[in-house]
């Protein structure tokens, strides 16, 4: 399989740019509605990864990690696509649903689409940043 990093470096600045939009308030979109000072940023403390600052929610959900994303494109449309069909079977704000999602993701022992068929924590951090934008992607109806 062939790797889509100039994509998802394109795709990751994508996905800043909206994030940084909803964040300040821009869009008229009532979803968004946590102020930017409700994440905190941490540097991960992994030896030997390249580090980058990693926001989570006031839940501890890690919500963006800036490094650049990187997976292969059929990885991509599977977890947007798993991800997609888990918010329609709940129903409801896709934008609202992205945190509860992440949270899930984030602490299943099980390997799923969404983590490119492993678990979060085995996931390196520009695999776990790819799976936010297919996340993110999903609930902006973006596969």
């Known amino acids: 399989m062939r790797g889509y990093r100039s994509r998802s470096l394109f795709a990751a600045a994508a996905c800043a740019a909206v994030l ?12 968004s509605t946590a102020p930017t000072s409700s994440t905190s940023v941490q540097q991960s403390g ?9 926001a989570t929610s006031p839940g501890g959900v890690t919500t963006r990690i800036d490094v650049p994303a990187e997976s292969t494109e059929e990885q991509y449309a599977q977890a947007c696509m798993a991800t997609k069909t888990w918010m329609e079977g709940k129903g409801g704000d896709p934008a609202t649903l992205v945190e509860p999602y992440l949270k899930e993701l984030q602490s299943n022992p099980a390997a799923g689409p969404s983590t490119f068929n492993s678990t ?3 996931l390196s ?6 799976v936010l934008i297919a996340v993110r992607a999903a609930a902006e109806g973006g596969c």
């Open 125 to 130: 951090e520009a695999q776990q940043a790819a």
């Open 46 to 54: 992994d030896a030997g990864a390249t580090s980058g600052a990693i």
């Open 20 to 31: 940084t939009a909803c964040s300040s308030g821009g869009g008229g979109n009532g979803a």
């Open 120 to 122: 979060w924590g085995q």
